[in-house]
């Protein structure tokens, strides 16, 4: 059957009248429906048919907010910068979240000129930062899809990687637990004792296989004691565990923020603050990105651009897929709590979820414990709010993982969306109407795991579409961490403070973050509150904020040399304080 | 080895000292900050000192009667040090403290923690929307506008009725904002009664009870909130939301003692207090260790946080000369129904002097009746007026009421 029937067939289900146009495995789709959750809906099993490479869903819901004028204010932007230069390069990446970053970092092997373009003003802003830091194994793909592929091969980079950027990464294994919920849903087919024997023996082992047939070593079955030994304060529900030892953890953050930082010492430029609102063509050839900067002439572009990836492509006249925002909330315990997890928790439920593995339980490499993330299709690419029904929600999911876990000593929640595609894989290939663009888009959970090998097949992809690639012998793949008095020893840190008395001056005393990484922080590019919290750890404990916020900020102040009142949390226009008192001049 | 350790040296830490310091010990107070004095130094309004000197006065003013006590007495005084971490030895403690000068380890036979609270912030009361600039906790605000001159926004929204809350909406409507509002979840402030009328029902300052802030709203910086009423459990009365636009979000919404550090320690927590559990001189459970003011409870005024210091200070001198007075069995004392907290929260001595127990009522009532009891035995009850939440309460304890008993509960009936 051919995917036009196939397409056909899939609509005759929902009461609308949506019009299709499919070309070489691309599938637009046009008409209106009720509700946003019917156009996700319907986006999805489109994106389900086999052969389907991407659905353009330009289906309208009732109640869309017009998008009209994001273009227009893009086209203006452009038009009036489309005729200033601001650099040229061989390759000019789009986005600097983790994918950019990487990929960045990945090309400064090469003999290559490459620029890395970020609206924000600092790398990791969107989906990267709000990631849990889980690095999965490679598990949950489904056979023959690209993310199954680069997520196996990215786990198995990752020591190395961490090794030489000096970022902490752990590789703490991960335990499915197969509990008395997990076949709750076939309940009416499953009398108890046959329930039992199948999540005891028959699940675990079909799990087992599926991590064989993925090539993950080391996968071993937990039944009873042995699962208790793992876990402290388990439920008595479990009844049995497959535990994969290579599942990692890391600070998708602080990677990111290494990437960049040995991207730039390999000579990448990056332009921050700087928003790509166009393209400037010839025939089917990008040459130039039109940005809010100017113009950056361009032999290959990469699109990294998270969830305006499909913006960016519909920018380059390639309409090829739709981003669909998904929202993930997570919880993030205070590190008194006692109660160590050691690994990263998932309690298996089938049918398995048709988009979202299902979060879980995990520890930080910072030490905290960490909730979530939840899974939900929003309208907004920009909504990260969270209401306490998240929370709820989450405390009530996971606390049947851990009974006796001090819910409520949670110090901060936050959320994060993801950006995937209707096929739900990563779409990692050259733009079909653009020859010398490359889309490196949809990636979603397991993105942080896939990250290095999605650079590493994105410069094949790079390679295969005639960038000349030649090795540079000096590059210099190592970066050093900051420095932090919190892990000095007492000796590291007396000399440190003979040499430079600030970081005898703890400004962050839930961190214990000394005045002088403040001031590291900001020498390696920080300008805002949160890029040093990033980089520090500043304000990222128990009281959250509340003792060190002004203390940093009045040191920001000194050392940026602006007034108080205009130290940002991040963006611009995110001051914290507005105003003077009376009789001081404003 | 110092005979004690004062960590602190806000309004608790500053009275502890010289009192310990007067019988001829070797006292020390460790200040993370570069000056003593802690929050009292950002307080310029009035009302410090009424019960104790029967003067209002300014937090500067009341903290320099201290500061020069502890001049007077020859303790020593740490500025910039920050105590990274406490251990027990056999012949006392032994500490490491971080200061611009180095890492130095400090010995020392007892300890004085008198480190204070932290303010509760937006995650503690799940607070939902986004997270953007412009989200301040009331502390915060009353630094920033009173040593930097430096106003949160123009349109701002205090949450919360507390006092610190009260204070800071006044100070800002009087540097002129252009809107102010605040909102708390009680039936009336939560702050002290004296504070609410002077600084919000004097001024005509908008205010909401039984409101709350349901969602921050906006961007980068704060846009609006979404108000909700809440019925008198604080729960969420569907359909009353309403938005409501302002540039800043203060929360007085409660204070939390800084009980980590004692925690790690060893020191046993009061999950009702959050501070560590103590008996009638302040001595935690770990033995040689105090804790004094606000890290023990949260108090109304300053001038009863104080008192504890002087109360341990006569601790600190009979534990280092050996105390001969504890009971083999403590006795516990309890809230009841009807009360929060009570410290302290064990009985642990036979001495002559009575006991003066603090307890903060969960209920709002008029004309109570307050009991201590010992199982079905009323040992003994007295007459309120009026008492409430936001007030915390006094009473005697006569030690001879004690004898024999095990366990005594505090309750408002």
Redesign the interface.
């Known amino acids: 059957m051919s995917i036009s029937r196939k397409v056909k067939k899939v609509l005759k289900k929902f009461p609308y009248d949506i019009s299709f146009v499919v070309d070489e495995g691309i599938v637009l789709l046009e008409g209106e429906v009720n509700s946003h959750q019917e156009w996700v809906k319907i986006g999805l099993n489109i994106g389900d048919i086999k052969g389907v490479k991407g659905v353009v869903n330009e289906i309208r819901w009732k109640g869309m907010k017009e998008g009209k004028t994001r273009a227009e204010r893009r086209e203006n932007i452009a038009s009036k910068n489309e005729r200033k230069r601001l650099g040229k390069h061989e390759v000019v990446i789009i986005g600097g979240g983790i994918i950019g970053c990487s990929i960045a970092r990945e090309l400064s092997k090469f003999k290559v000129d490459v620029a890395l373009v970020e609206k924000g003003p600092d790398v990791s802003l969107g989906q990267t930062r709000a990631n849990n830091g889980m690095v999965h194994p490679g598990l949950a793909p489904s056979k023959g899809s690209l993310k199954r592929r680069l997520n196996v091969r990215g786990n198995e980079m990752y020591g190395e990687l961490c090794e030489e950027l000096d970022v902490p990464f752990k590789r703490v294994g991960s335990l499915i637990l197969i509990t008395s919920r997990t076949l709750k849903k076939y309940k009416r087919y499953l009398p108890l004792g046959l329930n039992t024997g199948f999540c005891k023996y028959i699940l675990p082992w079909l799990v087992k296989k599926k991590a064989d047939r993925n090539r993950l070593k080391g996968v071993e079955i937990l039944r009873g004691d042995d699962i208790k030994k793992e876990v402290k304060g388990v439920t008595d529900d479990v009844i049995s565990a497959v535990k994969i030892p290579s599942t990692g953890i890391v600070d998708p953050y602080e990677l990111t923020i290494a990437l960049y930082e040995n991207a730039k010492k390999n000579g990448v430029d990056f332009y921050l603050d700087t928003e790509v609102v166009g393209f400037a063509k010839e025939d089917s050839m990008i040459r130039g990105v039109i940005t809010d900067k100017g113009v950056l002439g361009a032999h290959h572009v990469v699109n990294a651009a998270g969830l305006y990836s499909d913006e960016i492509a519909e920018l380059a006249d390639t309409k090829e897929f739709t981003i669909h925002p998904r929202k993930g909330v997570e919880l993030l315990f205070n590190k008194?709590i006692q109660d160590d997890v050691e690994h990263c928790l998932t309690e298996l439920t089938l049918p398995s979820h048709p988009t979202s593995k299902g979060g879980g339980i995990n520890p930080t490499v910072h030490g905290n414990i960490i909730w979530g993330p939840t899974a939900k299709e929003i309208e907004s690419k920009?909504d990260?709010?969270?209401?306490?029904k998240?929370?709820d929600e989450i405390m009530e999911r996971y606390s049947k993982v851990l009974p006796d876990f001090p819910r409520s000593e949670?110090?901060?929640?936050?959320a994060g969306v993801r950006a995937p595609s209707f096929t739900e894989d990563f779409i990692i290939r050259p733009a079909k109407e653009v020859q010398n663009l490359l889309h490196v888009a949809a990636i979603q959970s397991p993105g942080i795991a896939s990250a290095p090998a999605i650079a590493e097949y994105s410069v094949e992809m790079l390679d295969k579409m005639g960038l000349k690639l030649e090795r540079d012998e000096s590059f210099d793949g190592s970066r050093r961490a900051m420095d932090r008095?919190a892990e000095m020893s007492?000796?590291e840190?007396?000399s440190r403070?003979?040499e430079e008395?600030?970081w005898?001056?703890?400004v962050c005393?839930c961190e214990?973050v000394?005045e002088a990484e403040i001031i590291e922080a900001i020498n390696r590019g920080a300008e805002s509150f949160d890029a040093i919290k990033r980089r520090t750890r500043a304000g990222m404990g128990?009281?959250?904020?509340?003792?060190c916020?002004?203390r940093i900020a009045?040191i920001m102040s000194k050392e940026l040399d602006i007034p108080?009142?205009n130290v940002?949390?991040?963006?611009?226009?995110?001051?914290?304080?507005?105003?003077?008192?009376?009789g001081?001049e404003g | 080895m110092k005979d004690v350790v004062v960590i602190g040296g806000g309004p608790s830490g500053l009275a502890a000292a010289p009192e310990i310091g007067k019988k001829g010990y070797d006292v020390t107070i460790l200040e993370r900050n570069g000056e003593l004095g802690g929050l009292l130094q950002q307080c310029i309004h009035e009302g410090f000192g009424t019960l104790l000197f029967d003067k209002s006065l300014s937090g500067p003013e009341f903290a320099d009667i201290f500061i020069n006590r502890v001049h007077d007495t020859g303790v020593k005084v740490e500025l910039e040090t920050y105590v990274k971490s406490v251990e027990k030895r056999e012949d006392g403690f032994e500490m490491t403290a971080v200061t611009p000068k180095g890492v130095e380890i400090i010995k020392t036979r007892s300890l004085v923690y008198a480190i204070g609270c932290r303010e509760r912030n937006r995650f503690e009361i799940k607070i939902g929307g986004t997270r953007p600039a412009g989200v301040l906790t009331a502390g915060t605000v009353q630094r920033l506008v009173n040593l930097y001159g430096v106003l949160p926004g123009k349109n701002p929204i205090i949450v919360g009725g507390g006092d610190v809350g009260l204070i800071v909406a006044r100070h800002l409507y009087l540097e002129g904002v252009e809107s102010i509002l605040m909102v708390y979840p009680e039936e009336f402030f939560s702050g002290l009664p004296r504070n609410a009328q002077q600084c919000i029902l004097d001024f005509d300052i908008p205010y909401r009870p039984r409101t709350t802030v349901k969602r921050i709203l906006g961007d980068k910086k704060v846009e609006a909130v979404e108000l909700v009423k809440v019925d008198e459990n604080w729960d969420m009365i569907q359909g009353t939301e309403e938005i409501y636009r302002c540039d800043s979000v203060i929360l007085s919404v409660g204070l939390v003692p800084y009980s980590e550090k004692v925690e790690e320690l060893g020191a046993e927590i009061d999950c009702k207090t959050n501070g560590p559990v103590v008996d009638e001189f302040f001595e935690t459970t770990v033995e040689g260790v105090f804790s004094v003011g606000n890290l023990v409870q949260i108090f109304d005024y300053v001038d009863d946080a104080v008192q504890t210091s002087f109360v341990a200070a006569q601790g600190v001198d009979k534990y280092l000369k050996g105390f001969s007075s504890k009971r083999d069995k403590p006795v516990k004392l309890k809230p009841g129904k009807n009360v929060g907290t009570v410290t302290p929260q064990v009985i642990a001595h036979d001495a002559d002097d009575d006991i003066k127990i603090f307890f903060r009522p969960g209920i709002e009532k008029e004309g109570a009746r307050i009991e201590l009891t010992s199982g079905k035995e009323v040992l003994k009850h007295q007459k309120k007026r009026y008492v409430r939440p936001s007030t915390l309460e006094e009473m005697e304890l006569p030690r001879d009421i004690l004898s024999k008993k095990k366990e005594v509960m505090v309750d408002v009936r």
Do not use: H, P
């Open positions: 008194r920009k990260t709010s969270v209401d306490k998240d929370i949670f110090i901060r929640y936050f008095a007492d000796d840190l007396r403070i003979q008395q600030r005898g001056n703890i005393t214990m000394s128990e009281c959250q904020e509340s003792y916020l002004l009045d108080l009142k940002k949390k991040e963006w611009a226009e995110s001051e914290f304080f507005d105003g003077t008192v009376r001081e």
